[in-house]
């Protein structure tokens, strides 16, 4: 529920009690109340609000007086002891006390919580912990509450947690208090208004954010780039940016937080049930498991793609999950099928237009024909992908190509124009920040000096 509705829920007042030696329970208190909120309270209409004494307002008079007030306006008292009974008041012989005689007698909701008391203490207990043991054996032998016990902060935040949720299940405190709703008979139009113009500028700042993103994604500035997609992210979790920001993580080899993003876009899809957007992100973990190696599961990405792209007639889609298609049964060894499927997607592209994709099936085609030790025709392939990659300016892609071609021409035994393929590669990787390819390209560089030397 949105925070501007926030006013008209019906406020649920839960006081706590509780000697100085339970500090650490006082401090989650709060806290458990903001969790309970979200899972339970507000869906039902409800805000729970803690009230103790550090939330008393100073001013004339005893302070426990002003401490049993809020008591009395409080719908529920949640009382903790353990080894501690507390200070006098004046008129009662501790405050514990007295805030339990007054939430009694004005016919409170309350709830006991022991904490486990060591053997030791028990052996010889001081006088605090003589009244506590008293007291415990006062509400077994009346048996006109219950109680619980507990051994440690973590298993009361648990208990006190699952009491909360249960205990809102059978408490209605209304969806909103009609009142205020009388007195602003327009609020809630208003209100919607200013949510939608808010929900608006968000996105527009996160779209922002996302386009800078890229830019400097594209200007090899990486650090950046990802400071900026995860502050669009944090601000606004939309498909398009997941997608990209996905994608800009899948090639700076963060493949682990890319997988988390695509499967994050899959989960938004499916609720917006956008299923292009879903082919897109099943098509890019397919992606993600090839560049791993699980090649079964790649394919299980990729033909769920597929299949949605085939449903939705989208062409272009279809033509780019063939290409990766292709790549798997190559992997697998079996080129006929790798190829005809190559050219499946070669066939959308050039009806489309698409220059990048008959850029990444020739390409594909050229390592094939590499595999098959057709040299000549791969040379061809890879030279045509070479040339439409110059064109459109597709850095990364041209880089690739350059690193096709050094493997050709290391086949062909042409060391030297194989090193300038990978000198040409590896400027363009520096460019970009892909900083492993850098390295793998790098160390490639002085095998072939090495080899070159030696003959």
């Avoid at 009694?104 to 309350?110: C, M």
Wanted: proline share 3%.
């Amino acid at each position: 529920m949105p925070k501007i509705f926030e006013r008209y829920l019906k406020r649920i007042l839960v006081f706590i009690a509780s000697p100085k030696d339970l500090v650490d329970e006082r401090k989650k208190f709060p806290k458990i109340l903001e969790q309970v909120n979200k899972l339970k309270a507000k869906s039902k209409g409800g805000l729970l609000e803690p009230v103790g004494w550090e939330d008393t307002l100073p001013g004339r008079g005893r302070p426990q007086a002003k401490i049993n007030e809020d008591i009395k306006r409080s719908d529920l008292v949640v009382m903790l002891l353990w080894a501690r009974w507390g200070s006098p008041t004046g008129e009662f012989s501790s405050g514990f006390e007295e805030e339990y005689e007054v939430a009694y007698s004005n016919k409170k909701e309350i709830w006991l919580y022991f904490r486990s008391i060591p053997d030791k203490m028990l052996v010889d207990p001081d006088e605090q912990l003589r009244r506590v043991l008293d007291f415990r054996n006062r509400v077994e032998a009346e048996k006109k509450l219950l109680f619980r016990m507990y051994e440690s902060v973590g298993q009361w935040q648990d208990k006190f947690t699952e009491d909360l949720c249960k205990w809102l299940d059978g408490h209605s405190p209304g969806a909103f208090e009609l009142e205020m709703l009388t007195e602003y008979p327009n609020r809630i139009e208003q209100l919607s208004n200013e949510l939608e113009e808010s929900i608006t500028k968000q996105i527009d700042a996160a779209n922002t954010l996302a386009r800078e993103a890229r830019q400097q994604a594209d200007s090899g500035h990486i650090t950046k780039a990802e400071e900026y997609f995860a502050k669009a992210l944090a601000i606004y979790a939309g498909p398009r940016i997941l997608n990209d920001y996905g994608l800009f993580l899948t090639r700076i080899g963060a493949l682990k937080k890319a997988e988390e993003k695509f499967i994050q876009l899959m989960r938004l899809c499916e609720k917006l049930h956008d299923k292009v957007i879903l082919a897109a992100a099943n098509g890019n973990l397919g992606i993600i498991y090839s560049t791993r190696g699980d090649d079964k599961a790649a394919e299980e990405m990729y033909k769920k793609a597929l299949a949605i792209y085939e449903e939705l007639r989208v062409n272009e889609g279809m033509a780019s999950v063939y290409c990766n298609l292709g790549n798997i049964y190559k992997k697998y060894g079996d080129l006929v099928a790798a190829e005809e499927i190559y050219r499946k997607a070669l066939a959308i592209d050039e009806k489309l237009g698409r220059k990048e994709g008959v850029l990444n099936v020739y390409g594909s085609l050229g390592n094939l024909y590499s595999m098959r030790g057709d040299l000549v025709a791969a040379e061809e392939m890879y030279k045509k992908a070479l040339a439409i990659d110059e064109e459109v300016g597709m850095r990364e892609e041209t880089a690739k190509a350059f690193v096709s071609l050094r493997k050709l021409y290391v086949t062909c035994g042409d060391l030297k124009a194989a090193e300038d393929m990978y000198n040409k590669a590896l400027l363009i990787f520096m460019s970009l920040g892909n900083n492993a390819m850098v390295k793998e390209i790098a160390a490639r560089i002085e095998e072939l000096k090495g080899s070159r030397g030696g003959t």
